[in-house]
T-cell receptor, first 112, second 111 residues
């Protein structure tokens, strides 16, 4: 049973436009979420986090939105750059457990 | 500050052998986690250590084990290797807030 889902395996966006990556979860007890990007043959790079006490967190070009009632979070990248082309993973946990459930990833391609 | 380091970066083993992977967390991070990444299953949680104690364990067989030393460095061991153990093994260290930082991984190939 996949508790964290990224239903879009891939996404293509023009450079300069907004990229929106989506993530759904099934367990309403998850209360801490992370986003990572991953290049081939490298470890995932931490991007941004959000706690369930917030509905938005922003860091530079990256903004994460959390909709607890819909059990949905999204990562917005504005403006998108070709270097953002990578696989993006969302991850969820129960705060304090340090055990994360990862989604299957969305491959983002930013077209120049 | 140096990031998470993992050694070796690449390993080739044959079925039945055992392997030990090493991880050094970011200085000051006391929590170390291990994940397995395969094309079919994505990133799967193996276990998490804090102050030399295993706090969480994923759904992997007992062939997968780990430990953490007093300096927070961690090792992961896989015994009686199977072909399906071929994967990228990722170590991560965490801040108390829960933010987790990964190393580059060890690519294990089992022949």
């Amino acid at each position: 049973d996949q508790q964290v889902k990224q239903n879009s395996p891939s996404l293509s966006v023009q450079e300069g436009r907004i990229s929106i990556l989506n993530c759904d979860y099934t367990n309403s007890m998850f209360d801490y979420f992370l986003w990572y990007k991953k290049y081939p043959a490298e470890g995932p790079t931490f991007l941004i986090s959000i706690s369930s006490i917030k509905d938005k967190n922003e860091d530079g070009r990256f903004t994460v939105f959390l909709n607890k009632s819909a059990k949905h979070l999204s990562l917005h990248i504005v403006p998108s750059q070709p270097g953002d082309s990578a696989v993006y993973f969302c991850a969820a946990s129960f705060s304090g457990t340090y055990k994360y459930i990862f989604g299957t990833g969305t491959r983002l391609k930013v077209l120049a | 500050k140096a990031g998470v380091t993992q050694t070796p970066r690449y390993l080739i083993k044959t079925r039945g052998q055992q392997v030990t992977l090493s991880c050094s967390p970011i200085s000051g991070h006391r929590s170390v986690s291990w994940y397995q990444q395969t094309p079919g299953q994505g990133l799967q949680f193996l276990f998490e250590y804090f102050s030399e104690t295993q706090r969480n364990k994923g759904n992997f067989p007992g062939r997968f084990s780990g430990r953490q030393f007093s300096n927070s460095r961690s090792e992961m061991n896989v015994s009686t290797l199977e072909l399906g153990d071929s994967a990228l093994y990722l170590c991560a260290s965490s801040l108390p807030s829960g933010e987790m930082f990964f190393g580059p991984g060890t690519r294990l190939t089992v022949l």
